[in-house]
């Protein structure tokens, strides 16, 4: 696998500043939450580091961080949540790596977890991460609760993880339902893009407010705001890998569309972070 979608360095000079200060920030973080310190039996925490820390673009906390800017927050009051998105978003691809979900032996250059630690610590270390993930929430004080519960929903059996089930029962590793359809229609793709990817950029933007204490009202526009960029990302990334060829030229026009919903779920806070990374998708189409 590669991590070729929407590199930063194809972003406008300011968003990819910004994007690289975040990305920097987070794995001072994550190295800071993962560093092995002690006894490790098994190396889990150093697969668990293993995973969160290797090579990425670190956009989903970006987005965080770029939201609690926009409503009024700080970049250290949101940095928990950042760290908690990335952590979890790691924790997903762990297990989606594992021989019975996509046997993967290679993400972004390098073996996957269940290849260098063995398939019993890797599922181990996903389950580690997604632990860690929801203890960096209850960092955040008054606003706990609220992100715990946008985070347990976002990446629960209704979204995230029913895109995953999705992808497996289209790629005929699990028996198919009526809703896990075979057909390769846009509205049956952009199902499965909306759970598997968009659910945790919405997530990420959601707890950005959050984080800020912004209204419910504004973290519900930011997660419509981050759903759409995520689904249209996905069409980026299959783009990118050759995939769904025979809806290119559909997907493309849907990320402009997706993108410009965007744009205007975050108009009223003038954030030109959260419109730059909305129209820098959009120009990738």
Same mark, same amino acid.
């Given at each position: 696998?590669?991590? &070729?979608?929407?590199?930063?360095?194809?972003?406008? $000079?300011?968003? $990819?500043? /910004?994007? #690289?200060?975040?990305?920097? &920030?987070?794995?001072?973080?994550?190295?800071?939450? !993962?560093?092995?310190?002690?006894?490790?039996?098994?190396?889990?925490?150093?697969?668990?580091?293993?995973?969160a820390t290797g090579p990425g673009k670190r956009l989903r906390p970006a987005l965080v961080l770029a939201a609690a800017e926009a409503c009024g927050g700080t970049r250290a009051s949101a940095m928990p949540a950042a760290a908690?998105?990335?952590? !979890?978003? &790691?924790?997903?691809?762990?297990?989606?790596?594992?021989? $019975?979900?996509?046997?993967?032996?290679?993400?972004r250059g390098r073996p996957?977890?269940?290849? #260098? /630690?063995?398939?019993?610590? *890797?599922?181990?270390?996903?389950?580690g991460l997604l632990t860690a993930a929801f203890g960096a929430l209850a960092e955040l004080g008054p606003n706990a609760a609220a992100a715990v519960k946008v985070l347990a929903r976002r990446a629960?059996?209704? #979204?995230?993880?029913?895109?995953?089930?999705?992808?497996?029962?289209?790629a005929g590793r699990l028996p198919r339902t009526v809703e896990q359809s075979t057909t390769k229609s846009l509205e049956a793709i952009e199902r499965m893009h909306a759970a598997k990817t968009g659910?945790? /950029? =919405?997530? *990420?933007?959601?707890?950005? $407010?959050? =984080? *800020?204490? *912004?209204?419910?009202?504004?973290?519900?526009?930011?997660?419509?705001?981050?759903?759409?960029?995520g689904i249209a990302f996905q069409h980026a990334d299959d783009r990118d890998d050759a995939e769904l060829l025979e809806l290119a030229d559909a997907a493309a026009?849907?990320?402009?569309? !997706?993108? =410009?919903?965007?744009?205007?779920?975050?108009?009223?806070?003038e954030s030109t972070t959260l419109d730059g990374i909305a129209a820098w998708i959009a120009s990738r189409a």
């Open positions: 696998m590669t991590d &070729a979608t929407l590199a930063p360095s194809s972003a406008p $000079a300011a968003l $990819a500043a /910004f994007l #690289e200060e975040a990305r920097r &920030a987070t794995d001072i973080e994550l190295e800071r939450r !993962l560093r092995v310190t002690g006894e490790d039996p098994g190396r889990l925490v150093e697969a668990m580091h293993y995973a908690a998105i990335e952590m !979890l978003h &790691a924790y997903t691809l762990v297990h989606d790596d594992l021989p $019975a979900m996509d046997d993967d032996d290679e993400r996957t977890v269940h290849v #260098e /630690f063995g398939e019993a610590i *890797a599922i181990l270390a996903g389950d629960g059996a209704a #979204e995230l993880l029913a895109g995953q089930a999705i992808d497996l029962a289209v659910a945790l /950029f =919405a997530a *990420a933007a959601e707890l950005g $407010a959050i =984080a *800020a204490g *912004a209204h419910a009202q504004t973290c519900a526009a930011l997660g419509r705001y981050g759903l759409a960029i026009e849907r990320m402009r569309v !997706l993108c =410009a919903q965007a744009r205007a779920e975050v108009k009223q806070l």
